[in-house]
């Protein structure tokens, strides 16, 4: 989709919800994809190759209008070393430091320059937090944006711990895989 489309599209959507609209944009061409910006610094990162783009979440709402991360669930982030490392984790405003063993190098990814997990590993993950229904919603979703990989997802669900959400996950996993 035309950068400008795509502009006049989300410019709609943020008048629609009552939302401020950005300050400014930036086509990057190379990697086809639209950054908009608000004058307090939040950015909205838009793939241009897709056309399915979701109405604006709670998440991008209080970004859009300013809200301060204090005021929102934290970022968790897994840190590779034993929860009982007596050197004091440094507090950090928004972030949620979790420790555990190493990730299989299978299990991580980089993603615009930013270490995570991949996509196996997160579903993994968030089978925790969530219900049967809300984790076949997310496998969906990977599904749908190519993300599911069903021999990557076994072979993920092969190295990781024991957990309380594994039968909920394995069911999950016979479903979609």
């Known amino acids: 989709m035309h950068p400008d489309a795509v502009?006049?599209?989300?410019?709609?959507?943020?008048?629609?919800?009552?939302?401020?609209?950005?300050?400014?944009?930036?086509?990057?061409?190379?990697?086809?994809?639209?950054?908009?910006?608000?004058?307090?610094?939040?950015?909205?990162?838009?793939?241009?190759?897709?056309?399915?783009?979701?109405?604006?979440?709670?998440?991008?709402?209080?970004?859009?209008?300013?809200v301060p991360l204090e005021d929102r669930a934290p970022i968790e982030v897994y840190v590779p070393a034993s929860g009982d490392d007596p050197r004091d984790a440094p507090s950090i405003p928004g972030v949620k430091i979790r420790r555990g063993p190493p990730l299989h190098p299978d299990d991580l990814t980089v993603h615009k320059g930013i270490p995570c997990t991949s996509p196996s590993r997160t579903l993994i993950d968030c089978a925790e937090e969530a219900t049967i229904d809300e984790l076949r919603a997310m496998f969906a979703r990977a599904k749908l944006l190519g993300l599911l990989d069903p021999e990557a997802m076994r072979a993920a669900r092969a190295r990781v711990e024991w957990r309380p959400s594994l039968a909920m996950l394995d069911r999950v996993i016979d479903e979609w895989c």
């Open 7 to 66: 502009e006049r599209h989300f410019a709609a959507m943020l008048n629609e919800a009552g939302l401020p609209c950005f300050t400014s944009t930036f086509h990057d061409a190379e990697i086809n994809e639209l950054v908009l910006t608000w004058d307090h610094g939040f950015a909205m990162h838009v793939d241009l190759t897709r056309r399915d783009w979701e109405p604006i979440d709670e998440w991008e709402r209080d970004s859009i209008l300013g």
